[in-house]
């Protein structure tokens, strides 16, 4: 069946560093593929998404790429700060004529920003 | 534009009993999913719904149904609640045509 896998579960990096999040799906249609964000108590925020028709979206510090062959796609955060510590979530998607269909999670990474 | 809205934010139920949340969705969202969120199983999807039809179900069993109404509000349902229904419940909502889904506040919803 539909799978997204994730890892690494659980990331420690010093304020600074860089942390990279990866994700591989299984159903070669999906098209679409969002992270999000969620800190504790609060809702997932959508930080970046990326289509099939591109390999790779940057928004200041957090950049996503995509490697259709090898359904692999990455999140990767640069120059890391406290408040990115969070658990991120990537999901997959296939959407249809008439607007999304359901998104496959992955079970997400819990990043912790070591000052 | 208000963002999604979900009622009520908390819950306590017992064995047995049956419960009903709702998610109201960003004006002029369509399309309303349902996920259940706990820690050992991330994000589970349960359905979605588009113009009041269920377009995809997930995984569980019967006692989870839901809902939409012609104003796009959801409802979703569990009936002969267990234990392990114990969780968050998130609903996230899309415009027509939209990948981007938002979510909600969610529903923490206790079982005893």
């Known amino acids: 069946g539909e799978n997204v896998e994730q890892h690494p579960s659980t990331l420690s990096v010093q304020e600074g560093d860089s942390a990279v999040i990866k994700c591989t799906y299984s159903?070669?249609?999906?098209?679409?593929f969002p992270w999000y964000k969620q800190e504790l108590g609060k809702r997932p925020q959508l930080i970046i998404d990326?289509?099939?028709?591109?390999g790779e979206k940057k928004d200041q510090r957090i950049a996503v790429t995509l490697n259709k062959t090898a359904k692999h796609f990455s999140l990767h955060i640069t120059e890391t700060q406290p408040e990115d510590s969070a658990v991120y979530f990537c999901?997959?998607?296939?959407?249809?004529?008439?607007?999304?269909?359901?998104?496959?999670f992955g079970t997400g990474t819990r990043l912790k920003v070591l000052a | 534009k208000a963002g999604v809205t979900q009622t009520p934010r908390y819950l306590i139920k017992t064995r047995g009993q049956q419960v009903t949340l709702s998610c109201s969705p960003i004006?002029?969202?369509?399309?309303v999913s349902w996920y259940q969120q706990t820690p050992g199983q991330g994000l589970q999807f349960l359905f979605e719904y588009f113009s009041e039809t269920q377009r995809n179900k997930g995984n569980f069993p019967g006692r989870f149904s839901g809902r939409q109404f012609s104003n796009s509000r959801s409802e979703m349902n569990v009936s002969t609640l267990e234990l392990g229904d114990s969780a968050l419940y998130l609903c996230a909502t899309a415009g027509a045509g939209q990948e981007t889904q938002y979510f909600g506040p969610g529903t923490r919803l206790l079982v005893l």
């Open positions: 004006s002029g969202h369509r399309s």
């Open positions: 159903d070669s249609a999906s098209n679409y």
């Open positions: 990326i289509r099939s028709n591109v």
């Open positions: 999901a997959a998607s296939k959407t249809g004529t008439s607007g999304t269909y359901k998104y496959i």
